[in-house]
């Protein structure tokens, strides 16, 4: 007999995190919901059933982190799979700098992700299985104006997550990347722009789990905005320029919340 799959999810409260744990909780993993807000997480733990456990942490903050991982092991086991999904977004023009709002969303969604992996990998190493994934995002394949503390904290999760993936093939440990185009979420729901290719978050889910199932280096959607995006990535500095230049939206500064 198998051991159960356990899967622990950082940013579980709501967005791609919640659909992504419904959906996996549907397919027969034990979930483990990890975010701040302890509400959300324990009517969205109801929701999946009693396969499911919640345990509020602040992913910026390691030791919260590795008391909820603690926490979440002892009542659905070993974590199989770590998906570190906690994200924030949100405008950081230049000619409005603001070096703590930069700092925040660098802490949440860099700091977040290394923190997620501190706390599960050295019991991966030791039992000789995992699989760790990442939510990056399509953001981070080149830098559009306005944007460059999300684009950069995407920018370093996907590299991030590259290095990791070459080196802890040999530990009977895969790594996936998640690069989400526009999504609908609580994140993408203030913008006032167009938004291409917008996917549902439950078909998104859907998507990913099938990648994560797998044990795929990388799950990309949707498909347009991957090809759109993989082919930016080849653009010479000139064009590429002058594409974002005209297609990015105007950045307004984002609240600096606390």
């Excluded at 950069?152 to 093939?169: D, G, H, N, P």
């Excluded at 609580?186 to 797998?214: H, I, S």
């Excluded at 949707?222 to 990535?233: D, E, K, V």
Aim: net charge positive; proline share 9%; glycine share 10%.
């Amino acid at each position: 007999m198998s051991p159960p799959r356990v899967v622990l999810l950082t940013g579980a409260s709501s967005g791609i995190g919640a659909a992504l744990a419904l959906e996996l909780g549907r397919r027969g993993w034990k979930v483990g919901l990890i975010a701040r807000r302890a509400e959300e997480l324990a009517a969205l733990a109801a929701k999946i059933g009693p396969q499911a456990a919640a345990a509020p942490a602040d992913v910026t903050d390691a030791e919260s982190l590795q008391r909820a991982v603690a926490e979440l092991e002892a009542k659905l086991g070993p974590t199989t799979l770590m998906v570190a999904n906690a994200g924030i977004g949100g405008p950081t023009p230049g000619a409005s700098w603001s070096s703590r709002m930069v700092l925040k969303i660098l802490r949440v969604n860099v700091e977040g992700v290394v923190n997620a992996f501190g706390a599960v990998l050295p019991g991966m190493i030791a039992r000789g299985h995992g699989h760790l994934a990442a939510v990056s995002s399509f953001a981070g394949y080149r830098g559009l104006p306005g944007f460059g503390a999300y684009n950069a904290s995407k920018s370093a999760v996907t590299t991030l997550c590259e290095s990791l993936r070459i080196e802890l093939v040999a530990k009977g440990i895969p790594v996936t990347t998640v690069h989400p185009g526009f999504i609908r979420t609580p994140m993408t729901a203030p913008n006032k722009f167009p938004m291409p290719f917008l996917m549902e978050p439950d078909a998104f889910a859907r998507l990913v789990a099938d990648g994560l199932e797998r044990k795929a280096a990388e799950v990309n959607g949707p498909w347009q905005m991957a090809i759109i995006m993989g082919l930016a990535r080849f653009f010479p500095n000139w064009l590429w320029d002058a594409v974002a230049r005209k297609a990015a939206p105007p950045a307004r500064p984002a609240p600096e919340t606390p």
